[in-house]
């Protein structure tokens, strides 16, 4: 699969996620500003890697349509729920994310919180909603898994230990020299629970599926999450603010727990290319060519400048 073909393919999941979102984000009787400052952090042109990661592990069991959408689009509720959050100046304080001003910028402080929190609880409400056609037990299942992907044993648990390998509280106000296997743990938490909640959906979505796909899906995603992160620190050093959208070369300032200070920078180009083939190897194993458009955002990723 091509990387033309891949971009179209990702342009055409924002497409059907933007609608649902414009749709959920209606303002009719609900407080303008919040309904704005929401709109502000959905539609800032996010690349929709998680959506498209949900419609292609569900494509892979013949599952498309309204379902997939619907996931899709709650877990990119909940991921630019994360954005705006981590953008806080209680956070990483940040005044520019996706080229546009952070929403606690555009708008204020509390608005940016409440507009986190409606995100976060408005991707439940899509997964609960009646128009979604699954069982009560498959919705159960994805609220579930969705829930832990996102809090305490998932994102929110991650960003924590990111926070105080940064000595920022004041029990505990020295910078942490993280090893490998707590900066694995964090940035698993962090950014690989809800990549890998986007891989692992698709199974949930499929009539029925084998251990060993199920098992192929789980390697593909801890280690498309993997290098998602790394690339994601690589840019950080190597990438162009002006491309990134947001400010860079922070993460050494701010002693960051990041796979750079860890590896080096060669060295964290190796374990990305590591990672990516494990990824690739698992699912192609597994799933054969079906494996293509999974397999290309490995690649898309691996070459990333935003
Ligand atoms: C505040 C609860 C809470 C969690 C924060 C998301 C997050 C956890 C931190 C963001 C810091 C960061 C840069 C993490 C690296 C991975 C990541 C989430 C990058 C942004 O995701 P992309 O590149 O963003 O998919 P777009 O803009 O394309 O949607």
């Given at each position: 699969m091509?990387?033309?073909f ?16 414009g749709?959920?984000?209606t ?5 303008e500003?919040?309904?704005?400052a ?7 042109g996010?690349?929709?890697?998680r ?6 592990s569900?494509?892979?069991?013949g ?12 877990l ?7 954005l ?7 956070m990483?304080?940040?005044d520019?994310?996706?080229?546009q001003p ?14 986190g ?10 997964l ?13 299942r994805l ?15 991650g960003?924590?230990?990111d926070?105080?390998?940064?000595g920022?509280?004041?029990?505990n106000?020295?910078?942490q ?8 743990r ?7 629970a ?10 949930v ?8 796909e199920?098992r192929?899906?789980?390697?593909y995603?801890?280690n ?32 960051k ?12 180009r190796?374990?990305?290319?590591r ?8 699912l192609?194993?597994?799933f054969?060519n079906?494996?293509g458009?999974?397999c290309?955002?490995l ?8």
């Amino acid at each position: 699969m091509d990387t033309a073909f891949l971009s179209a393919r990702l342009q055409g999941v924002a497409a059907e996620v933007d609608a649902f979102m414009g749709v959920a984000l209606t303002t009719g009787r609900r407080p303008e500003r919040l309904v704005a400052a929401m709109r502000h952090a959905v539609f800032a042109g996010g690349k929709r890697m998680r959506p498209y990661l949900v419609m292609e592990s569900a494509r892979l069991f013949g599952v498309e349509g309204h379902a997939p959408l619907c996931v899709a689009t709650a877990l990119e509720a909940v991921h630019c729920y994360s954005l705006v959050h981590d953008d806080l100046p209680s956070m990483d304080d940040d005044d520019m994310r996706r080229g546009q001003p952070t929403v606690h910028r555009a708008y204020d402080e509390a608005t940016a919180i409440l507009a986190g929190d409606a995100l976060l609880t408005l991707a439940f409400s899509i997964l609960t909603q009646s128009s979604l056609k699954l069982t009560a037990a498959r919705k159960l299942r994805l609220v579930a898994m969705l829930a832990e992907a996102a809090g305490l044993d998932g994102m929110v648990g991650g960003q924590m230990l990111d926070l105080a390998a940064e000595g920022r509280f004041a029990a505990n106000a020295r910078r942490q020299k993280l090893g490998n296997r707590a900066i694995r743990r964090l940035q698993a938490l962090k950014t690989g629970a809800l990549i890998e909640f986007a891989v692992l959906a698709g199974a949930v979505l499929a009539p029925r599926t084998t251990p060993v796909e199920r098992r192929a899906l789980a390697v593909y995603g801890r280690n498309l999450g993997l290098a998602f992160q790394i690339r994601d620190d690589l840019l950080d050093i190597e990438g162009e603010a002006a491309r990134v959208g947001k400010a860079l070369a922070k993460d050494e300032a701010a002693g960051k727990a990041t796979f750079v200070a860890l590896l080096g920078i060669d060295g964290a180009r190796r374990e990305l290319d590591r990672a990516s083939d494990a990824g690739r190897m698992a699912l192609q194993g597994a799933f054969g060519n079906q494996a293509g458009p999974l397999c290309a955002l490995l690649d898309f990723n691996r070459a990333r400048d935003h």
